[in-house]
T-cell receptor
Framework: DGGITQSPKYLFRKEGQNVTLSCEQN?????MYWYRQDPGQGLRLIYY???????QKGDIAEGYSVSREKKESFPLTVTSAQKNPTAFYLC???????????FGSGTQLSVL | GQQVMQIPQYQHVQEGEDFTTYCNSS?????IQWYKQRPGGHPVFLIQ?????EVKKQKRLTFQFGEAKKNSSLHITATQTTDVGTYFC???????????FGSGTKLNVKP
C-alpha cells in the first residue's frame, strides 16, 4: 500500500556478506515489522518495533539485526550468520501493535 | 508457542463455486485479521474481527469469529477470477502483543 517503501526490489548476497534491506514509511505509524516469506508458506516474524529506539525479536531473529533510530525507518540487516537467507522479505507498519498492518511491496533476496 | 493453524493449504475451484478457509487457535484470541496476497504481490488488509460470534460481510466475502474466539472463517460466494490469491488470517491473543499469521490458503479459480 502507499506510504511504505521497500528497496531494493531484488537483492543478491554473496557468501559471507552482510546485506541491508531498506524500509521507509510516511504514515506516521509507531509500529514497524519485518516478516520473512518462503515459497508456499506463511509470514514469519523476524523483528518488530513498537516505538523509536526500541525493538523486539520475533520468532526467527537469529542471523538478522535491525535498528529504529527514526520513526519512519526500520532497516533490516541479513548477516552472514543467516545460512539460508533466500526468501521474500516484507516490511510492514501499523498505527500501533494492535491495529492493521500496511505492507511494503517486498524485497526478494537470493544467494549467489 | 502460540500457533494459528489455517486450512486448507490449497483450493482449486471453478468460477462461480464457493470457497471457505478456516483458522484455528489453541488459545483464545483477542482479535483476528484477514489479509489477501495476490500472486507476486504483498498482503493487503481485508478486515478485523474483535467480538465473540461476530460476522462481517464485504460484498461476496463473509467473515466469522467463533463464539469461543478460537476460530475464524472466510467464505467467498460465487468466486471470480479476481479472487485468485493467498488468504491469510492473523490472530492476536490476550497474553501477547503481536499477531501470529496462519500459513495461508492459496485459492485458484478456473474460468
Amino acid at each position: 500500500d502507499g506510504g511504505i517503501t521497500q528497496s531494493p526490489k531484488y537483492l543478491f548476497r554473496k557468501e559471507g556478506q552482510n546485506v541491508t534491506l531498506s524500509c521507509e514509511q510516511n504514515l506516521n505509524h509507531d509500529a514497524m515489522y519485518w516478516y520473512r516469506q518462503d515459497p508456499g508458506q506463511g509470514l514469519r516474524l523476524i523483528y518488530y518495533s513498537q516505538i523509536v529506539n526500541d525493538f523486539q525479536k520475533g520468532d526467527i531473529a537469529e542471523g538478522y539485526s535491525v535498528s529504529r533510530e527514526k520513526k519512519e525507518s526500520f532497516p533490516l540487516t541479513v548477516t552472514s550468520a543467516q545460512k539460508n537467507p533466500t526468501a521474500f522479505y516484507l516490511c510492514a507498519s501499523s498505527i500501533d501493535i494492535r491495529e492493521k498492518l500496511f505492507f511494503g511491496s517486498g524485497t526478494q533476496l537470493s544467494v549467489l | 508457542g502460540q500457533q494459528v493453524m489455517q486450512i486448507p493449504q490449497y483450493q482449486h475451484v471453478q468460477e462461480g463455486e464457493d470457497f471457505t478457509t478456516y483458522c484455528n487457535s489453541s488459545t483464545t484470541l483477542s482479535n483476528i485479521q484477514w489479509y489477501k496476497q495476490r500472486p507476486g504481490g504483498h498482503p493487503v488488509f481485508l478486515i478485523q474481527l474483535v467480538k465473540s460470534g461476530e460476522v462481517k460481510k464485504q460484498k461476496r466475502l463473509t467473515f466469522q469469529f467463533g463464539e469461543a474466539k478460537k476460530n475464524s472463517s472466510l467464505h467467498i460466494t460465487a468466486t471470480q477470477t479476481t479472487d485468485v490469491g493467498t488468504y491469510f488470517c492473523a490472530g492476536r491473543g490476550d497474553n501477547f502483543n503481536k499477531f501470529y499469521f496462519g500459513s495461508g490458503t492459496k485459492l485458484n479459480v478456473k474460468p
